[in-house]
């Protein structure tokens, strides 16, 4: 086997994925709400925990064959466009804004931070895409997003 096909990042990133795998099902030891219809508010962390896992041996694996690329360097600005995305989620919310603008906003900067452009599109596509969600959240579900003036209209 090619020795300039190994590298330690394969491992680094199996491990970083195993130790949030660990906090993401302690985090969901912790709740202590009980459901009636047997699928309490830990399973989707659970869930979560279990993706982490399952991709940490997928790490391992692909470190263990040699298959692993070698890293490449940051997109510092994309890096950048994702924090100011969820900057603007934490902001909105906490000013009261409510989910939509704020989830509109977190989909048209991380649409920026992957290349796209077209910022007035992204924004006029995460809106339709957010007030779906909070509506299957809010009407379907009936579980409480932060609401703001747009959500006060439903």
């Known amino acids: 086997m090619d020795d300039s096909k190994r590298t330690p990042a394969a491992y ?19 709740m202590r709400q009980v459901s009636t219809y047997g699928i309490g508010p830990d399973y989707a962390s659970y869930l979560v925990a279990g993706f982490f896992a399952i991709l940490g041996i997928g790490h391992v694996v692909q470190g263990a064959r040699g298959k692993f690329e070698k890293a490449i360097a940051a997109d510092w600005s994309a890096v950048g466009w994702v924090a100011v995305a969820l900057a603007a989620l934490i902001l909105v919310i906490e000013i009261g804004g409510g989910f939509i603008t704020a989830a509109t906003l977190l989909f048209a900067f991380t649409a920026r931070a992957l290349g796209r452009r077209a910022f007035l599109i992204d924004l006029a596509i995460g809106a339709v895409l957010t007030t779906l969600v909070f509506l299957l959240f809010n009407n379907l579900l009936t579980l409480a997003l932060p609401a703001g003036p747009i959500e006060r209209l439903f």
């Open 12 to 30: 680094v990133a199996a491990a970083g994925l195993f130790v949030m795998a660990a906090i993401t099902a302690w985090d969901a030891s912790q």
